[in-house]
T-cell receptor, first 113, second 113 residues
Framework: DAKTTQPTSMDCAEGRAANLPCNHSTISGNEYVYWYRQIHSQGPQYIIHGLKNNETNEMASLIITEDRKSSTLILPHATLRDTAVYYCIVRPGISGGYQKVTFGIGTKLQVIP | DAGVIQSPRHEVTEMGQEVTLRCKPISGHNSLFWYRQTMMRGLELLIYFNNNVPIDDSGMPEDRFSAKMPNASFSTLKIQPSEPRDSAVYFC???????????FGPGTRLTVL
């Protein structure tokens, strides 16, 4: 039972912003949006998460729509090292206790020189 | 901080043999997760420990799989007897709290001939 929907693949030119969309129309009020990525042959890597406000860290920005039914992960200046599979996950926050994380298929981002 | 440590990084064994995968979580993290990744099934949660206690083992495929966490700094995933369909990359992840972001190890690539 997929909670999120992402495009299967995307291309982005090196140096340009990569905008990765995610739909989560059934998100609950206490659920956060988390993003991870997995570079080839490595373990998944946490990127960012948010509840309803936009968030930014050293890796990326997360824009969540006002109705919280979709979000966009932004890599402001994509490099070849950003080529990876990006997973959008919906789950309760820290106070929400345990819930199994389902990674889904994700979006395969290819950064092109 | 060394991150999550897994050993071995690669394991090749013959069908019927016992396989033991090892994981050292990040110090101070009280939640530990074992995942399996294959091309066909993607990234699947096998088992989750909180404070060294197994909380969710619903993802363990069958009785051939077992996992232990004797203390806060060590966990094992054992397959006995191993079968060719167990060939996959096995990841260990840890988090500070059960609902916090997870930090993954580099994985163990298991090949069962």
């Amino acid at each position: 039972d997929a909670k999120t929907t992402q495009p299967t693949s995307m291309d982005c030119a090196e140096g340009r912003a990569a905008n990765l969309p995610c739909n989560h129309s059934t998100i609950s009020g206490n659920e956060y949006v988390y993003w991870y990525r997995q570079i080839h042959s490595q373990g998944p890597q946490y990127i960012i998460h948010g509840l309803k406000n936009n968030e930014t860290n050293e890796m990326a920005s997360l824009i969540i729509t006002e109705d919280r039914k979709s979000s966009t992960l932004i890599l402001p200046h994509a490099t070849l090292r950003d080529t990876a599979v990006y997973y959008c996950i919906v789950r309760p926050g820290i106070s929400g206790g345990y819930q199994k994380v389902t990674f889904g298929i994700g979006t395969k981002l290819q950064v092109i020189p | 901080d060394a991150g999550v440590i897994q050993s071995p990084r690669h394991e090749v064994t013959e069908m019927g043999q016992e396989v033991t995968l090892r994981c050292k979580p990040i110090s101070g993290h009280n939640s530990l997760f074992w995942y399996r990744q294959t091309m066909m099934r993607g990234l699947e949660l096998l088992i989750y420990f909180n404070n060294n206690v197994p909380i969710d083992d619903s993802g363990m495929p069958e009785d051939r799989f077992s996992a232990k966490m004797p203390n806060a700094s060590f966990s094992t995933l054992k397959i006995q007897p191993s079968e060719p369909r167990d060939s996959a990359v096995y990841f260990c992840a840890s988090s500070q709290r059960e609902a916090a972001e997870q930090f993954f190890g580099p994985g163990t690539r298991l090949t069962v001939l």
